[in-house]
């Protein structure tokens, strides 16, 4: 079983930053792959940016340029680190295990709140 705690979530300006970690518990296999989600009031959860235990990325278009995802294999961790924030990065946000064996499965963080306004 996989826990993940998030942190690192708060209030700034826009252009400001901000660094989320995410803590993972239990094991972590290789195929593995890590990410961020995102949630604002009524809107669908969406794909932040996403990475392998290889270090392969994915971003969202809306952050390309400005997040940055990594990762730490051997401390069950992923990281996402945000600049240049604007308000309409203001959501929730998730941290994502997301394993496929026989079929996907994904375990999900409690969320953090990031509040980007003047």
């Known amino acids: 079983q996989v826990q993940l705690v998030e942190s690192g979530g708060g209030s700034v300006q826009p252009g400001g930053s901000l660094r989320l970690p995410c803590a993972a518990s239990?094991?972590?296999?290789?195929?593995?792959?890590m990410g961020w989600y995102r949630q604002a009031p009524g809107k669908q959860r969406e794909l932040v940016a996403t990475?392998?235990?290889?270090?392969?990325?994915n971003y969202a278009d809306s952050v390309k340029g400005r997040f940055t995802i990594s990762r730490d294999n051997a401390k069950n961790a992923v990281y996402l680190q945000m600049n240049s924030l604007k308000p309409e990065d203001t959501a929730v946000y998730y941290c994502?295990?997301?394993?496929?064996?026989?079929?996907?499965?994904?375990?999900w963080g409690q969320g953090t709140q990031v509040t980007v306004s003047s």
């Open positions: 994502n295990v997301a394993r496929d064996l026989f079929q996907r499965h994904d375990f």
């Open positions: 239990g094991t972590i296999f290789s195929i593995d792959t």
């Open positions: 990475i392998t235990s290889r270090g392969s990325t």
